[in-house]
């Protein structure tokens, strides 16, 4: 893997000037960020405003409207420090541009940021992951908050990749859910993809999805279905099932794709069976990765997992400050 060394202004601006982001495209006019990791951001699906506004949230919760008292009494003021992000543990990385990005609001000097992987990369513990050259004071304040997010979202990563290992071959795919933290989904949902899983719906507006309580105000699974087709017929329309012969009644009513709650594999296979090729199918519940692969090996089309964002454990990772080279 190469490494790159990209020089930021705390400022979001690239040696020097306002954080206008003029030679990165409109896109990034609203974005404060450096317009290198910004275009960064933005070509792994994320929203740079988005990345910032976190950034910023993380570490004014952490400051809480003071200053990091520790290190303003016991780092001088001129310092300077390499900061080296070190997996402690096996796993797969995401979030370090997240991570950058926590730097960037922080930082009141140029920083130098040396890359030596890439999110998605596997990585073996003790491996380097991103090395930081910046004040000491600032590299000490953004710590514990980049970490925070790094750590989060290394962990789905992980974990995803657990899953889409034992899917390998199959033709099946893991896939999250809406069961996301409040205010992290997008990124959620980033470390999932970096981990080898694919994004159910990122919102309740790009697509439906009726449930048993939809189908119990609408008065039948069919009715329901239908009801949302007509009032937003453009939107990807997914029904959630609890027995064949609702899967039955909603294949053969056009539905797009199909969830098939709590059915065995046995039951999986049925379903496969009846839908035939005309509707996209979904395993959901009793899922674990030991019985993964049986699910996946019926012909179902996703594996819907929604421990992957809510229960992900974090992937350890440090920070190891050394003398600036």
Known sequence: MSTEDLPLASNGCCGGGCACGADAGEEYLECGLDPALARLLADAGLDPVEVEDIANVAIQEDLAGGVDVTTVATIPETAVATGDFVAREAGVVAGLRVAEAVLSVVCTDDFEVERHVEDGDRVEAGRKLLSVTTRTRDLLTAERSALNLLCHLSGIATATRAWADALEGTGAKVRDT???????????KYAVRCGGGVNHRMALSDAALVKDNHVV?????????????????????EVEVDTLHQLREVVD??????????????????????AGGRALLEASGRLTLDNARAYAETGVDFLAVGSLTHSSPIMDIGLDLREAE
């Open 178 to 188: 809406r069961k996301t933290t409040p205010g992290l989904r997008s990124l959620e």
């Open 217 to 237: 105000a609408a008065g039948g699974v069919a009715q329901a279905f239908q009801a949302v087709r007509e009032a937003f017929p453009e939107v990807p329309i």
């Open 253 to 274: 009513a056009g539905a797009d794709l199909i969830l098939l709650d709590n059915f065995t594999p046995g039951e999986c296979e049925e379903a496969v069976a009846i």
